[in-house]
T-cell receptor, first 115, second 113 residues
Framework: ETGVTQSPTHLIKTRGQQVTLRCSSQSGHNTVSWYQQALGQGPQFIFQYYREEENGRGNFPPRFSGLQFPNYSSELNVNALELDDSALYLC??????????????FGPGTRLTVL | GENVEQHPSTLSVQEGDSAVIKCTYSDSASNYFPWYKQELGKGPQLIIDIRSNVGEKKDQRIAVTLNKTAKHFSLHITETQPEDSAVYFCAARPDNYGQNFVFGPGTRLSVLP
């Protein structure tokens, strides 16, 4: 088990609503990446936060936004939810740079269902 | 951008046999290739990784090989056990600013007792 935690575990929302997902990074890790994993597919990169700044973004619309706090925990916010947003949302923490800087450790994920 | 393909999509082996999963990537600048194991209801767990300056890496029953010229890398699991049953993902990290990974679509491995 990694030290990355996510909340909530499961969430059900309706189309058009907004949702906030939370992630606490592993101790000492200052970088958090968010991924969306649709059923039966590999994770897709949403964005990454490093020292409270967005540090790279995948092909996701602006209604996906995030924050990172001084303690390196992070939030993912999704506005105007669509049915296709139903997925497992994963966060991963890491320390950039150095030999082990590439390694990302994933949390258990938040399962979001949009009805 | 980077594209990662993975084969096979499903793999069934008898306990004790070996399993091999293969991935190809498109971006020759990619320099880091991790493999993750994902069990039902859990997040991906890193099992082994390899960097572009290394051709092979082994950790007990698990090994990974990398062919930079052909742009493919493979996961080898020997002496498979039922607890190896899971979905395995390969990934590649493009050499750009930010540490996002591009994942393959996954291989569902079933080890039959």
């Amino acid at each position: 088990e990694t030290g990355v935690t996510q909340s909530p575990t499961h969430l059900i929302k309706t189309r058009g609503q907004q949702v906030t997902l939370r992630c606490s990074s592993q101790s000492g890790h200052n970088t958090v990446s968010w991924y969306q994993q649709a059923l039966g597919q590999g994770p897709q990169f949403i964005f990454q936060y490093y020292r409270e700044e967005e540090n790279g973004r995948g092909n996701f619309p602006p209604r996906f936004s995030g924050l990172q706090f001084p303690n390196y925990s992070s939030e993912l916010n999704v506005n105007a939810l669509e049915l296709d947003d139903s997925a497992l949302y994963l966060c991963a923490s890491s320390i950039p740079g150095g030999y082990t800087g590439d390694t990302q450790y994933f949390g258990p994920g938040t399962r979001l269902t949009v009805l | 951008g980077e594209n990662v393909e993975q084969h096979p999509s499903t793999l069934s082996v008898q306990e004790g046999d070996s399993a091999v999963i293969k991935c190809t990537y498109s971006d020759s600048a990619s320099n880091y290739f991790p493999w993750y194991k994902q069990e039902l209801g859990k997040g991906p767990q890193l099992i082994i990784d390899i960097r572009s300056n290394v051709g092979e890496k082994k950790d007990q029953r698990i090994a990974v090989t990398l062919n930079k010229t052909a742009k493919h890398f493979s996961l080898h699991i020997t002496e498979t056990q039922p607890e190896d049953s899971a979905v395995y993902f390969c990934a590649a990290r493009p050499d750009n600013y930010g540490q996002n990974f591009v994942f393959g679509p996954g291989t569902r491995l079933s080890v039959l007792p």
